[in-house]
């Protein structure tokens, strides 16, 4: 059965759905993950205006109230950051206000290419901007705090913290991590380097750092994650190219829930992997699509648990949530997915009339979206470009 648009019709629709729920697993086995809604610009966030406003005020542009291309996001307490690596700049859906803003589009914090951000405990914003060749500083009001170099030839694509240390992804030729000072942006070492042996990188996407200190990246053309001490020493390394769960066709954004699951985003099969901190492969949520709860070219994911109360209409109040799934997808009408992670009662069923699902998918066309399209630059966002075009040919 076909996921119906009726599903979820975005964020403002009011009252629970009376619609068929979308989880994963699937029954008879026990759901973890249930599809909640989604949203792509302010027509899903803020509340609607009245017939004065709109005639006093008048209806902004078109371009400014939605996300154009989105890639990285972090959320907390009901706002949703995202980097719009096309407008560029960083857009705040603030779900808990209902507003919709954009900021980094002018004077010194001006973004060229925001890729990913992460937000520390103060509400400071780190952003990776590719083509500044910088990590970017907005503070927690979203005006701008500084800029830190990265150290050339660089293409930082992803930031973690720990402490009063920043780790800096870079997918240039040197295919390393920068451990640069927070306070004053002072490259303190490097770690790791491109090849194909464990603890060396080809064209890495993402990184960040579990509960347990260790560091986790997506090492893209070696078609696997990689989990290091804070070192750069091997742990361990999981996946193989393919199409299958444990396997791996496009791997991009990861990040660790706060039990140590561990979610990695793979662009070529349009589903979000979850593995244990053991690097066990658990199961995996999305597929491919243009019905909502399915991914177009995901990105990255983003966890938060203090966001439930603003999307408690949605959740079937069964579920018992642990926290937010946050989804990006690079194309669609879908662009930023919220899923929920908890579990149902034990022993609870649903019904086969409760029940949702994507459309199938086809193994034939998943098998060949694993390929390596020749000539592809294979940055976090050329390569979802080159991956559009050769589903599309």
């Known amino acids: 059965m076909a996921v119906a648009v009726a599903l979820t019709a975005g964020c ?14 699937s029954p008879p086995a026990e759901p973890r993950i249930q599809f909640l809604t989604w949203a792509s610009g302010a027509q899903e966030v803020e509340a609607p205006k009245s017939g004065l406003a709109k005639f006093v005020l008048g209806d902004e542009p078109e371009n400014r109230l939605a996300i154009d291309k989105p890639y990285g996001l972090a959320a907390r307490d009901g706002v949703v950051y995202v980097c719009d690596t096309k407008m560029p700049g960083l857009c705040r859906l603030d779900f808990k206000n209902q507003t919709y803003t954009v900021f980094g589009v002018r004077g010194p914090g001006r973004l060229r290419k925001p890729i990913n951000l992460v937000i520390d405990p103060a509400g400071y914003k780190f952003v990776a901007d590719s083509l500044r060749k910088q990590i970017v500083v907005f503070g927690p009001d979203d005006g701008y705090v500084t800029a830190f170099d990265v150290p050339k030839p660089s293409h930082p694509v992803d930031i973690a913290l ?8 870079d997918n240039d030729d040197t295919c390393q991590i920068v451990v640069m000072d927070r306070q004053t942006g002072e490259v303190l070492h490097t770690l790791c380097g491109p090849g194909e042996e464990p603890g060396q990188f080809r064209i890495p996407n993402s990184l960040c750092f579990g509960p347990e200190g260790h560091l986790y990246v997506s090492d893209t053309l070696n078609w696997r994650i990689q989990k290091l001490t804070r070192d750069g020493e ?3 390394v999981k996946g193989t190219p393919g199409h299958r769960l ?20 793979d662009a070529a099969t349009e589903i979000i ?4 901190p053991d690097g066990q492969i658990l199961m995996h949520f999305g597929g491919p699509g243009s019905v909502p709860g399915a991914l ?8 938060d648990a203090t966001s439930i109360p603003y999307f408690k209409q949605y959740i079937h109040e069964d579920f018992d949530v642990e926290y937010l799934l946050f989804v990006s997808s690079q194309y669609g009408q879908h662009l930023i ?8 009662p034990e022993g609870y069923q649903l019904s086969e009339a409760q029940i949702a699902s994507l459309p199938p998918v ?16 294979n940055t976090p966002d050329q390569a979802g470009e080159d991956q559009r075009s050769k589903r599309q040919e």
């Open 296 to 303: 177009v070219l995901p990105a990255t994911v983003a966890i």
């Open 337 to 344: 997915s919220v899923y929920a992670f908890g579990s149902f």
């Open 246 to 265: 444990g396997q791996f066709g496009r791997p991009r954004g990861l990040r660790i829930g706060p039990e140590g699951i561990v979610y990695v985003a």
């Open 162 to 169: 720990s402490g009063n240390e920043i780790y800096v992804l």
């Open 273 to 276: 992997q979850m593995y244990n």
């Open 362 to 377: 086809d193994e034939e066309e998943a098998e060949e979206s694993t390929g390596t399209p020749a000539g592809a630059d």
């Open 234 to 236: 091997l742990v361990w």
């Open 12 to 25: 403002n629709t009011p009252g629970r759905t009376e619609a068929p729920l979308l989880v994963f697993p």
